[in-house]
């Protein structure tokens, strides 16, 4: 059985930091890239960050881009989302997806196309 499991979410104040992590299983991990989704309140969801170990290649959105920082370990089969300098309107649900895909492939990709997906964990940044 495929499963993908965040965890990490919470509450933190404004400036603060948390990582996030994907732990993925019933698929063979190095051959898909994971991607990290997030849906704040009345919002879209949007793509975040990607990592693919095929070639080591990682994607940020623009609006996380020098505060956040994807990683992987392999070993445990887990991806990493460290989240620094958090801001109010980084307030969401985190998702992570993995997909058979590129990132570069991903980055174009909705939520809803990724092969596989979890269920989210909830992050709230305080003023």
């Known amino acids: 059985e495929v499963q993908l499991v965040e965890s990490g979410g919470g509450l933190v104040q404004a400036g603060g930091s948390l990582r996030l992590s994907c732990a993925a299983s019933?698929?063979?991990?190095?051959?898909?890239?994971i991607g990290w989704f997030r849906q704040a309140p009345g919002k879209e969801r949007e793509g975040v960050s990607c990592?693919?170990?095929?070639?080591?290649?990682?994607w940020y959105a623009d609006s996380v881009k020098g505060r956040f920082t994807i990683s992987s370990d392999s070993a445990r089969n887990t991806v990493y989302l460290q989240m620094n300098s958090l801001k109010p309107e980084d307030t969401a649900v985190y998702y992570c997806?993995?997909?058979?895909?590129?990132?570069?492939?991903?980055?174009?990709?909705?939520?809803?196309?990724?092969?596989?997906r979890g269920k989210g964990t909830l992050v709230t940044v305080s003023p």
């Open positions: 997806a993995a997909d058979s895909e590129s990132c570069l492939s991903i980055v174009t990709t909705t939520f809803g196309e990724m092969d596989y």
């Open positions: 019933g698929f063979t991990f190095d051959d898909y890239a």
């Open positions: 990592f693919e170990s095929r070639g080591y290649n990682t």
